[in-house]
Nanobody, 115 residues
């Protein structure tokens, strides 16, 4: 069994920053692609960023040059550094991690960008 625990969401003013973390624990042999998704009210869940086991990254166009995804393999953790936040970044953010070929989702963390 694998568990993902997210942290780091909250309320921030436009232009501010937040850092999300997602740590995997449990029965883990190998971790492959790690990613962040988000879902705003009444919208579909969308990919924000992902990072491969070889550290290749890709980002949604809407967050390029503002968000940075990274991973710490020793800690089985993926991070999302979010800068220059905008109101349209408001959503529940979910991590998704491929552990031994199985996709696991985090519980979600709310990010609200508002003045």
């Amino acid at each position: 069994q694998v568990q993902l625990v997210e942290s780091g969401g909250g309320l921030v003013q436009p232009g501010g920053s937040l850092r999300l973390s997602c740590a995997a624990s449990g029965s883990i042999f190998s971790i492959y692609t790690m990613g962040w998704y988000r879902q705003a009210p009444e919208k579909q869940r969308e990919l924000v960023a992902r990072i491969s086991s070889g550290n290749s990254t890709n980002y949604a166009d809407s967050v390029k040059d503002r968000f940075t995804i990274s991973r710490d393999n020793a800690k089985n953790t993926v991070y999302l550094q979010m800068n220059s936040l905008k109101a349209e970044d408001t959503a529940v953010y979910y991590c998704r991690i491929n552990v031994d070929g199985i996709l696991y989702w985090g519980q979600g963390t709310q990010v609200t960008v508002s003045s």
